[in-house]
């Protein structure tokens, strides 16, 4: 049914005991909607299924459904009681807003064992399936009808789902004889957990790991990341003060607001550090008073290009964090070349008219100067795919910022110029810092005349800078310069991925993630982590597989680490493949 889906391009599937899904990729200029539509439509159409298969469902996977925060609990051996508080959390943590939902992974939910005794059947003259039909029968919870009066209509409804162990007991089995008995006098009814799927552990400060249920928290479309991160912090600390035991431990994983806030972080640092050094370069060369009107025109650019990114959806995230930074060491050239041009006034000229002069004169170099640059990233917006709908964002946040100042330096400088300068009398060129300079461009100037004067002494110059060219190209594919798609970083977590062979039980591979645990306690820069057995973890902290031969860990480090998460990762790995 799904291969004559349109707009498909790509379609993947896996299989284990009692589960089958599939995963369908459609093109990114697919309207979402319709594929949606058509997905369904031929997933309704499937009718010769199995008649123990239940309903196929559709799930849409979307960015915005993957967790921003993980809050593990343990501490405890008894998982049902971790599964009630685990419960009672997630309570509270959904009542935050911006959260769309919070799943409880791990837990073992409490259910009844009704084991029938054969030889109570034969004495009774009954047949399982008879047992088994007064058991769906009285677990039912369906519309009964409406009844009607004078004035109004009541809707009518059968409640009858098991509140406790005790109303299955007292199911009532008819008997042949037309008599009836209660159905713990034909099984043994008893309260118990569920069978375990998955498992999963928590480790916190290098003690043995125990136990442990997860909350996976997931945020709205519109809501933000750094902000609910925050509320649930404080939602697990006032838990932890309240009705959660001393011996529960609560401790955070994958907490995406971390990458969020140091994106914001490196980004003003950035910004702080671009108008420091052209403060300062521009003050030794101009003056501190244009060095000033310089340094003003970053944040004024920023302001104007965050107005553009809310009109055009863009929010703060990895990419467009990466994009300002990107842009700004090219935001400030228009403000030098204005402030520069206003600064080199003739003497005797008024400074109104000389900046209406440097800006006649500059306007087209710079606008035509700006555009190509704008133009350089345009290529970005033409990608297709998933990978195009992320790196959009990366020529609308520099065209934004560039056109942005170009605004600022032909709009706002020249007027701010000649306002504050016009106070203030002309520098004289007599300084220590001006000698200097002056007396290295002479140098300069003099190095460069006999170069364009000697004809060998060019040729010799051109050889020299060709040869250097070859083998700066060759270098990549000589093996002297590593290559790779992204640089290795410093990070504060860590992921591993084990996986079995096909077929390895929840318990091989529940044995084989306690031999990585006693290893990473080991490590004196690991804080915490937290162990999943039966399934895998993506790169993107998103949902991996499912299956009883794979385990994952998610490992916090310590910021104040002398290692860096490169190299414990070697060192882990050595000692791996060591095993």
Known sequence: ELENLTGVSQMTSSSRCGVSSIGVEFS????????RRRLREAVDGVIDLPTEAEQPEVIELDFNTEPIITVGLGGLDDVRLLTLYADELAEDLRDISGVSEVNVIGGRAEEVRVQIDPRRLAQHDLSLSSVLGALAASNVNVPFGQLATEAFNYDLRLEGRFAHVGDVADIPIAVPNGSSIPLDQLA??????????????????GEASTPSVSLNVVKKATGNVDTIADQVRQIVASAQDTYLP???????FADRSEDVRRSINDVSRSGLQTLVIVFVILMLFLGWQEALIAAVSIPLTFFISFI??????????????????????????NAIVITEGIHERPEGTSLRQHAHHVVNIFKKPLVGGTLTTVAAFFPMLLVSGIIGQF??????VVSATLIASLFVALAFIPPVAVSTLARLKKRPRNRRFDQRFDAFAGWYDRLITRLLQNRRRQNRFITVMVLLLVVGLALPFSGLLPTGLFPAVDIDFMLINVELPPGSTLEATSDVMKRVERQLQQVPEITSFNTNVGSSTSVDLGGGASSENL?????????????????????????????
Do not use: C, W
Not at 246 to 252: E, F, L, P, R, S
Not at 313 to 333: A, C, E, K, P, R
């Open 188 to 205: 043994d009814v008893s309260l118990t957990v569920e069978e375990a799927g998955q498992a999963a552990r928590i480790s916190v400060g």
């Open 28 to 35: 990114a200029d697919e309207d979402l909607y319709e594929a």
């Open 246 to 252: 001393d011996d529960v431990v609560a401790h955070t």
């Open 308 to 333: 553009v990114f809310d009109l055009t959806g863009t929010t703060l995230n990895g990419v467009s964090m990466f994009s300002l930074i990107l842009s700004l060491g090219l935001i400030v050239d």
């Open 391 to 396: 790196l959009k964002t990366i020529p609308i």
């Open 551 to 579: 385990g994952s860990l998610f490992i916090n480090l310590n910021q104040e680490r002398n290692r860096s998460s490169i190299a414990i990762t070697a060192q882990l790995r050595d000692v791996f493949e060591g095993e």
